[in-house]
């Protein structure tokens, strides 16, 4: 009797654990997903610049 509950005690914590692993990855899916969006406008401040105002602030 106590051998069977402390089989079902690891199996408990073995599907616990796996759960948690596939939400964490999911979860850090998401972010890297919301990201990269972000990445592309990271050093002007988040607004496009166009090719016009590239070649004005050169000269």
């Known amino acids: 009797m106590v051998a069977l509950l402390v ?4 199996v408990a914590c073995l599907t616990v ?5 596939s939400v ?3 979860r ?3 972010r890297k997903l919301a990201l990269e969006p972000n990445l ?3 050093q002007d401040g ?7 105002e590239k070649k004005e602030d050169k000269k």
Do not use: H, S, Y
């Open 46 to 52: 988040g607004k496009p610049v166009k090719d016009n």
């Open 40 to 42: 592309m406008f990271a």
């Open 17 to 21: 654990d796996m759960i948690v692993l």
């Open 24 to 26: 964490r990855k999911k």
């Open 7 to 10: 089989v079902l005690t690891i």
């Open 28 to 30: 850090a899916e998401q």
